[in-house]
């Protein structure tokens, strides 16, 4: 929450309105959404998600059926390689604009796409600005993980960093008990937004079996003072393992699994307005308020199995409210226990 996105977009859009074929790229397809929404359409400026823009590059419409990680990290990568060969100027930007760099600084032959986009025929060669932060590298698995600085300083020596220690997103009292529930160290000298009442997080405890009516009573509270649309549900879980998930998978039995079905947005249809993610598709997005649920020994243990610690998962998870996030908790992991 400390304006990366912000400075990136607007380098890039300074870059493509000098007459510099400029590219803006991210790993997570709605991020890329929203900062095609925050450019707008502009000459010289093409905005991608990885995915999107490999495909294109290989002159292909989607991705292979039933297409596995391997797919995305690996084999379409190398496809894109290949096409590059065959068509050295396809991008020849000026420009390139990595936002949520970390998603991609343990992938080498993405990295390997990126410095092939760059300008072939240009004297001054291309304009590189990265932005990214190491605590939210969810996407990988441990042996993935590094140093996204470290990284980008090996492959570009003159490379500079700029730390961005004042927190645009989030209130003071999130950003504190943030780093208490995490145990993970943030950053931060200043905030931009005042202290409110009201603000920070908020943990609800719920029994094994009780989480569907902790989370009707929470959003039912919260409605009463926020709009649908300012609020997120996120779980570490995707749809099929999710809380939410299983809820529409499901025949609604209890009122509270009735007024659920009803309010939340339904993933088939137009129903509902209070719409629900995993924590990993709203990486690099905000909210007003978020819901996290499915905090639970399953999920800690699930996130341990790829080396990562359920701290940098909530890390991320937390961060994506501005004024205040509350947490369904079955089971907090020792860390937050502890606190």
């Avoid at 025929?121 to 996204?148: C, E, H, M, W």
């Amino acid at each position: 929450g400390t304006g990366k996105t912000y400075l990136l977009l607007e380098a890039a859009i300074r870059t493509a309105k000098a007459g510099h074929r400029s590219l803006v790229v991210c790993w997570n397809v709605m991020m890329a959404e929203e900062l095609r929404r925050l450019t707008g359409p502009r000459q010289n400026l093409d905005v991608y998600d990885f995915n999107t823009l490999m495909l294109s590059i290989c002159g292909l419409q989607s991705n292979r059926k039933n297409a596995d990680n391997t797919w995305y990290d690996q084999t379409l990568p190398a496809l894109a390689l290949e096409a590059l060969d065959q068509k050295p100027n396809w991008g020849d930007y000026e420009g390139i604009f990595v936002d949520e760099f970390q998603d991609i600084a343990g992938n080498p032959t993405i990295l390997e796409l990126l410095f092939k986009l760059s300008a072939s025929r240009s004297s001054k060669g291309t304009r590189l600005v990265f932005a990214g932060d190491k605590n939210q590298q969810i996407l990988s698995d441990k042996d993935r993980s590094r140093n996204p600085f470290d990284v980008a300083k090996f492959l570009i020596p003159d490379l500079v960093q700029v730390r961005l220690r004042t927190n645009c997103r989030n209130v003071p009292e999130l950003t504190k008990e943030l780093a208490t529930l995490t145990g993970l160290k943030v950053d931060i000298l200043k905030h931009r937004l005042p202290s409110t009442p009201g603000g920070g997080v908020e943990i609800i405890e719920a029994r094994p079996g009780k989480e569907i009516k902790a989370l009707t009573q929470t959003l039912k509270d919260l409605l009463k003072e926020y709009r649908p649309q300012d609020i997120r549900v996120l779980s570490p879980f995707g749809f099929n393992s999710s809380l939410i998930g299983r809820l529409f998978t499901s025949e609604a039995i209890s009122a509270d699994e009735r007024w659920l079905k009803n309010t939340l947005r339904n993933p088939v249809g137009d129903l509902g307005e209070i719409r629900w993610r995993s924590i990993s598709k709203f990486k690099g997005l905000e909210s007003d308020v978020v819901v996290l649920t499915d905090v639970n020994d399953q999920a800690k243990q699930l996130v341990e199995t790829t080396g990562k610690s359920f701290g940098e998962v909530l890390y991320v998870g937390i961060s994506r409210a501005r004024h205040k996030c509350v947490i369904i908790n079955s089971e907090l992991p020792e860390t937050a226990a502890k606190n």
